[in-house]
T-cell receptor
Framework: QKEVEQNSGPLSVPEGAIASLNCTYS??????FFWYRQYSGKSPELIMF????GDKEDGRFTAQLNKASQYVSLLIRDSQPSDSATYLC??????????FGDGTTLTVKP | KAGVTQTPRYLIKTRGQQVTLSCSPI?????VSWYQQTPGQGLQFLFE???????NKGNFPGRFSGRQFSNSRSEMNVSTLELGDSALYLC??????????????FGQGTRLTVV
């Protein structure tokens, strides 16, 4: 079992729809969770981070964390073509080591 | 504020050679992490340095090594290069380290091609 798993893509949604990206992790003691966006040929850039159970909203983005289920998700509301990218989930374990998922490629069609 | 600077941006090496990559973190950031990114394996953690000490290490062979200097700049070395080492090597800087880690700021990466 991989330490961090993301829902396999690619994911395609129409413009204006909600895109839902999911991530599960194996280390129950993990405390820090991050979502990065990576455009083709570019470096990853941070979208959101979350430490506590529940929802965290920032503009069109909402991160959700459920530590009991070892699950973290990212919702993108009113998806735009500019949101088309690969989204990476990253988890920091108890030792401080960061592990990234393989990423989910999102395409938003106009 | 300057971002994370990685040099060189592109590199072509021959099998068996060694290579050194450099990363200058954002001013004031003391943690530098290195990652290997390939289409098949995704983003793989190599190691993290904080205050000149290696804090964490991924599952890579001993051919991959690194160090950090007193000014927080870091270098990564790969010896006896193999074709499979061809990848994008990314460096990320953070203000701190540990479980409650802060966000990582990535450099533009070094694209290494081994022929």
């Amino acid at each position: 079992q991989k330490e961090v798993e993301q829902n396999s893509g690619p994911l395609s949604v129409p413009e204006g729809a909600i895109a839902s990206l999911n991530c599960t992790y194996s280390d129950r003691g993990s405390q820090s969770f991050f979502w990065y966006r990576q455009y083709s040929g570019k470096s990853p850039e941070l979208i959101m981070f979350i430490y506590s159970n529940g929802d965290k909203e920032d503009g069109r983005f909402t991160a959700q964390l459920n530590k009991a289920s070892q699950y973290v998700s990212l919702l993108i509301r009113d998806s735009q073509p500019s949101d088309s990218a690969t989204y990476l989930c990253a988890v920091i374990d108890r030792a401080g080591k960061s592990t990234f998922g393989d990423g989910t490629t999102l395409t938003v069609k106009p | 504020k300057a971002g994370v600077t990685q040099t060189p941006r592109y590199l072509i090496k021959t099998r068996g050679q060694q290579v050194t990559l450099s990363c200058s973190p954002i001013s004031g950031h003391r943690s530098v992490s290195w990652y290997q990114q390939t289409p098949g394996q995704g983003l793989q953690f190599l190691f993290e340095y904080f205050s000149e000490t290696q804090r964490n290490k991924g599952n890579f062979p001993g051919r991959f090594s690194g160090r950090q200097f007193s000014n927080s700049r870091s270098e990564m070395n790969v010896s006896t290069l193999e074709l499979g080492d061809s990848a994008l090597y990314l460096c990320a800087s953070r203000t701190g380290t540990g479980q409650w880690n802060t966000e990582a700021f990535f450099g533009q990466g070094t694209r290494l091609t081994v022929v």
